[in-house]
């Protein structure tokens, strides 16, 4: 008789299945976000599992070449945190900034989603929504939660001007 053949084990191996399929979705979802890890600092320290911590998370923006944005958000650690089963916090910020000459590849639309993290198992994603403002020639980026606080999502903006040339809009 195997360790897997046991009384208990029906149910081991359905939490197996489980933890299995719940670790590929994070996966997907960390690959789909396209962003990358620049730091991290410990905000309270956990026993049990990674300690709660505020992440800093970069990425370029896919239609504009040049721009750099930087998100920080809050990761909640501990047993859930480990597992994947924590609920962050809806708190963070960006700030996207000019790094190398602007070029845009193609022209752009007037609003368009350009960055989209899990901050829980199912429900709560961070977005990043590149807004153009055409009358003062800038980029603005706003982020936000689609889980509502309050009647309100959190969201912060910061913008990048686009100085020397003409933004392309479709």
Same mark, same amino acid.
């Given at each position: ?22 670790? *590929?979705? +994070?996966?997907?979802?960390?690959? !789909?976000?396209?962003? &990358? /890890? #620049? ?5 309270? $320290? ?53 790094? *190398?000459? +602007?070029?845009?590849?193609?022209? !752009?639309?007037?609003? &368009? /989603? #350009? ?5 829980? $198992? ?49």
């Amino acid at each position: 008789m195997g360790m897997l053949d046991c009384y208990p084990c029906p149910q081991l191996k359905a939490a197996m299945k489980t933890t299995t399929a719940l670790a *590929a979705f +994070l996966l997907l979802t960390t690959t !789909l976000a396209g962003a &990358e /890890e #620049v730091g991290s600092v410990d905000t309270a $320290f956990q026993w049990l599992g990674p300690d709660h911590k505020v992440v800093v998370e970069a990425f370029d923006d896919p239609g504009v070449t040049g721009v750099a944005c930087y998100v920080s958000r809050a990761k909640t650690g501990g047993l859930k945190g480990m597992v994947g089963m924590a609920k962050d916090p809806s708190r963070f910020s960006v700030a996207c900034r000019q790094i *190398a000459p +602007l070029k845009f590849p193609k022209a !752009l639309p007037r609003q &368009e /989603e #350009v960055f989209k993290a899990g901050a829980s $198992f199912i429900f709560k994603h961070v977005r990043v929504v590149r807004v153009v403002d055409a009358k003062r020639n800038a980029l603005i980026y706003l982020t936000y939660s689609d889980k509502l606080v309050d009647g309100s999502p959190d969201n912060a903006v910061t913008a990048v001007p686009v100085l020397g040339q003409k933004i392309p809009l479709r």
